[in-house]
């Protein structure tokens, strides 16, 4: 199957590249007068060009962003799509895990904390819920690589992901999107913005996606009994401009989720191999419980969710004052039958209700507004989040437990134009966190809101607070006018850190002490060639102290924190677009990232072992044992960090006429690598996964409409994302091929 995968993915690539020879060939007479298009970040909170800013910066956009969500993925497909980004979930479409540079949280709970930040809209999205919104009407996505704690504050031990979409403009404009494709896919997504007054104007945009029901339940008979969904979203965005100094940005939002949790697929894997086997099936699973007993719940899923933001900005001369004010909310539940078989001495269903969920952020910010050397921006945040989960099983009942976080920090950061060509950056923020964890504290009509056994257990209320300083010093050396080099010290922390989810198990809440990071990067930023090829590297090197991990599963099926003493990466990324001619234009990426765990007295216990009954396991431990059960993980890779990651792009045009042009556009993206686990596994490592995409199509500028032909996945791979560690060796898998067909209006 490897040498399969390999031979599929070159053979693409190659064509790809021979398709650029014959075009060089026959555009070698004509002059090339077109150059890259010049890309804008907001990676420090001010615009500037990527080749200026001292981060390891990419972007997504245009068509590469859009063809992605064209057979109706969520934001789960981004991974592997930016050298060093990788998502994956065992929560179907809501709370995504993402991991920038090998560094991410494998906690599946839904209090659960993350070092890579979502920020959408310059608002932070913290619980993993509020990181699923979908992606609609998006103007850039730029992920920053590495700690950005100086400038933004919540667990950006990692990096950052930053959405921001189209804003309201004066002219009418806007566009509508229609796909239609495989499974009964339907996409539908628009936008119209225009002014209402001459100081107002506004944009709303809408979003749709669905898909029928595809996979049978062999367990109760039923066909097409789960793996849809149905996803509405929108946005209503009011800019009010009374004069050239003064601005007003409102943004509402809100979404509505209706499908299926993620699909658990029980034994499919043999022992000692990580190959699915022969009783995998695509469209058939066999699921023989819920919380009632009559297996009829097939994993629905269904989450609501509704926010609000206000951005405010003066223009003070030589000082811009900015004020955002935000809130988020949501609820929903999801329920999943976990050990994904039929067989009745292994069913374990599982459903986690989140209710009252609210997330109030507030920043503050004054930055100077000249043409001086010195640049300069401080400020203040706050962040007060609130929600209860309660998690429910046939074995224990009922358990809530309420989490509540709040979080303060003062900040600023200065940079200085020492000369034409060097420039350097400072930056330092302090952050003070407080967490609480309350189980069958709050009461309803009398009666507590914990129920089943583990509402009899004496737990005391949880409290952790804990505050440090980040801080950050960078330089950007202009060697010529095309050509930048840049390093990089940041020093960053997340927050210590409650797991309630054993308390449904009538198991104890764990806490993880804060984690340190210290990151060191040098980098090359260049456009060449007259601007047809822009080139950037960077390598970098990081140490986290008391790092966080999620041990879960193994011994109990518990889900407990630890923390490592150390835990340390190397490696590097390129990101790479060429404009080979007026017609044909590649985009490629590459990252290798070495993690490595470095504590000699941590172990967990893998795949359904269980001490007390001397059972040492159903999967292939590769670890040392001096026990016979628990593993020693010193040494061993970070969990679900791809060794590797390449992407790759190519669209070729051909001009039909004075107005239009017919397209070809291929999207290609490899995962090294990968292990799932905090022990290492023969079937819970995953190697050379890859998925491919295509759109065919033609585009009248004439009259701004494309139709296109799109497939998403179009060999059809079946790669294994994630896996529970029972005593069935239970898998899950990617998104089945979808091809379809997509139409699109502009207008302006």
Request: aromatic fraction near 12%; include cysteine.
């Amino acid at each position: 199957m490897r040498t399969h995968k390999i031979a599929t993915l070159a053979l693409a690539v190659s064509a790809a590249f021979s398709s650029s020879v014959l075009a060089q060939e026959a555009a070698t007479t004509e002059k090339k007068e077109a150059s890259l298009e010049q890309i804008t970040v907001t990676a420090q909170k001010r615009t500037q060009s990527i080749q200026e800013v001292p981060i390891s910066v990419a972007t997504l956009s245009g068509e590469k962003f859009e063809s992605l969500f064209s057979g109706g993925e969520d934001i789960l497909a981004l991974a592997v799509r930016v050298p060093g980004l990788y998502a994956e979930s065992s929560n179907g479409r809501v709370a995504p895990r993402f991991y920038i540079r090998g560094l991410g949280n494998t906690d599946f709970d839904l209090a659960a904390s993350q070092p890579v930040s979502i920020i959408m809209d310059e608002v932070v999205m913290e619980n993993v819920v509020l990181k699923s919104f979908p992606l609609f009407d998006v103007q850039q996505v730029e992920v920053l690589r590495g700690p950005q704690g100086t400038l933004f504050g919540r667990n950006t031990t990692a990096g950052i992901i930053k959405f921001d979409t189209v804003k309201p403009t004066q002219d009418v404009e806007g566009y509508a999107k229609a796909g239609f494709g495989s499974y009964g896919t339907m996409n539908f997504e628009g936008a119209i913005s225009g002014g209402l007054t001459d100081e107002l104007s506004a944009r709303l945009s809408v979003l749709s996606q669905e898909r029928d029901d595809y996979i049978d339940n062999a367990a109760t008979g039923q066909n097409d009994a789960l793996g849809g969904f149905d996803e509405k979203a929108w946005r209503l965005q009011l800019l009010w401009e009374p004069s050239a100094d003064f601005s007003a940005l409102l943004n509402v939002h809100g979404r509505d989720l209706d499908g299926t949790a993620s699909i658990f697929r029980g034994n499919v894997f043999n022992k000692g191999s990580n190959d699915l086997n022969d009783s995998y099936d695509r469209e058939t699973v066999s699921y023989d419980g819920d919380l009632e007993g009559n297996g009829t719940d097939n994993n629905p899923q269904s989450y609501e969710g509704l926010g609000a933001s206000l951005k405010l900005e003066y223009d003070m001369d030589d000082v811009t004052f900015t004020s955002i004010s935000a809130i988020e909310t949501a609820e929903g539940s999801s329920l999943g039958d976990i050990d994904g078989d039929a067989i009745a001495s292994q069913n374990f269903v599982t459903q986690d209700n989140l209710d009252d969920l609210e997330q109030y952020t507030q920043e503050f910010r004054l930055a100077s507004n000249t043409s001086d050397p010195m640049n300069w921006q401080v400020g203040a945040f706050y962040y007060d989040a609130s929600f209860n989960v309660t998690s429910i099983d046939g074995f224990f009942g009922a358990t809530t437990v309420f989490h509540e976080n709040q979080t303060w920090a003062v900040f600023g950061q200065s940079s200085y134009q020492v000369n034409d060509k060097l420039n350097v950056t400072g930056g330092i923020r302090y952050t003070h966190d407080k967490k609480s964890l309350v189980v069958g504290e709050q009461n309803v009509d009398g009666f507590a809101v914990v129920l089943g056994i583990a509402a009899v257990q004496d737990y005391e209320d949880i409290n952790v607070d804990d505050g440090q300083t980040s801080f950050e010093l960078s330089a950007n050396y202009r060697v010529t006018d095309d050509m930048s080099v840049f390093a990089r010290y940041a020093n960053g922390f997340r927050a210590q850190t409650i797991q309630g989810r054993d308390v449904a198990f009538e198991g104890a809440p764990s806490v993880a002490d804060a984690e340190t990071i210290n990151s060191f990067e040098v980098g090359i930023k260049s456009d060449l060639f007259d601007d047809t090829l822009r080139l950037n590297a960077a390598a970098f090197y990081y140490t986290v102290d008391d790092m966080q991990f999620s041990a879960i599963g193994g011994g109990n099926n518990f889900t407990a924190l630890v923390n490592a003493d150390e835990g340390e990466a190397y490696g590097f990324e390129v990101d790479a677009q060429w404009l080979a001619t007026d017609e044909l234009t590649f985009t490629a990426g590459y990252s290798y990232n070495h993690t490595e765990i470095k504590d000699d007295s941590l172990t967990v216990a893998p795949c359904g072992t269980n001490a007390s009954d001397g059972f040492t396991g159903y999967c292939t431990v590769t670890d040392e044992r001096p026990d016979g059960f628990n593993a020693i993980i010193d040494g061993n890779p970070f969990p679900q960090a791809p060794e590797s990651i390449f992407n790759f792009t190519a669209r070729y045009t051909i001009p039909m006429g004075d107005d239009g042009e017919f397209f070809v556009f291929t999207d290609w993206a490899f995962q090294g690598e990968t292990n799932i686990f905090l022990y290492e596994a023969v079937e819970f490592t995953t190697d050379d996964n890859f998925e491919g995409g295509l759109r065919i199509g033609y585009e009248n500028f004439a009259h701004n409409y494309t139709v296109a032909l799109f497939g998403r996945n179009i060999t059809d791979e079946d790669n294994v994302k994630g896996a529970i560690d029972f005593a069935n060796l239970t898998g899950i898998v990617n998104e089945p091929r979808i091809w379809g067909v997509e139409f699109k209006y502009t207008y302006y």
